[in-house]
Structure formats: C-alpha cells, structure tokens
C-alpha cells in the first residue's frame, strides 16, 4: 500500500531538481527560475496581464511576485503600468527586450521538458498529467483541518 513519503519525496526532489536545472539554464541570460517562470508565463500567455492574475496563475504570493517584477523591470524585461479600469491594479507587460530573449528561454523551458519526459511514453505522461490534475483538483479550494 503506498503512503505519503511514496509521493511525497519524489516530488519534492522532481521540483527541487528541476529549480536547480532551471537556474543553472537561465544563469547565462541572467535570470532566476522565479523571473523565468513569469517571463515564460507571458510568453505563451499573451505577453501582457494584470499582476493579481499573476499571483493567481502561479499560485505565488503577492510580495514575491512584486520582488519578482521589481527584477524584472530594472533588468528591461517588463514594464508596469496602472490599469486603466482599477487604479489600484497594474498591468504587467513584456519589453522588445523580453521579446528578444522569449526563444531562448522558451527553448530552456522545452529542454527541460525534454529531459523531465525522457523514456516516458505518450500514453504513460498522458496518464501522469491527468493524475497530476486530479491530485490538484483534490486539493484546490481544500482547507483540511488535520
């Protein structure tokens, strides 16, 4: 019968692993794995969004998303502007200098994918995914009293 530390270990090694890889990945365009993480997210999201859509997306607390951006837009990759239609939000929109390293890092990305994937069939990450996705469910929205 599996328990907890059956899952538990391998996927906190699955992502501390995959941190370490990231960084070492975006080390060379002068990002963390937090700073890509947004930029990908942008990338393939629509290249600009409110930050609290952000937060929610990736499931990041406000104060680190905020340093994050900070990061960002000192290093030319993001621009924040007031929201037109909430003057308490910001809308977070990608420069001609993200955009130019957009490949590159999504290259990283798909890389890493790549490796993550190796031996593993179609049919056996399909299955992995969806599992993925009702473990999450399970645990979306939850507040387990233990």
């Not at 957009?102 to 049919?123: H, K, M, T």
Request: glycine share 6%.
């Amino acid at each position: 019968m599996s328990e907890i530390k059956d899952i538990w270990l391998h996927a906190h090694n699955m992502l501390r692993s995959a941190r370490q890889i990231i960084n070492e990945n975006l080390h060379p365009l002068g990002l963390s794995s937090a700073e890509g993480n947004i930029l990908l997210h942008l990338f393939t999201q629509g290249h600009e969004m409110g930050q609290e859509q952000l937060v929610a997306q990736l499931d990041v607390s406000k104060a680190a998303i905020s340093r994050t951006l900070n990061s960002l837009e000192r290093k030319g990759y993001v621009t924040r502007q007031r929201d037109p239609d909430d003057r308490r939000a910001h809308r977070v929109q990608l420069t001609d200098a993200a955009l130019a390293i957009g490949p590159a890092a999504e290259q990283i990305y798909n890389r890493i994918f790549a490796l993550a994937v190796r031996g593993i069939s179609q049919d056996e990450l399909e299955c992995f995914i969806n599992l993925l996705s009702r473990i999450s469910e399970n645990f979306t929205g939850e507040q387990v009293k233990l």
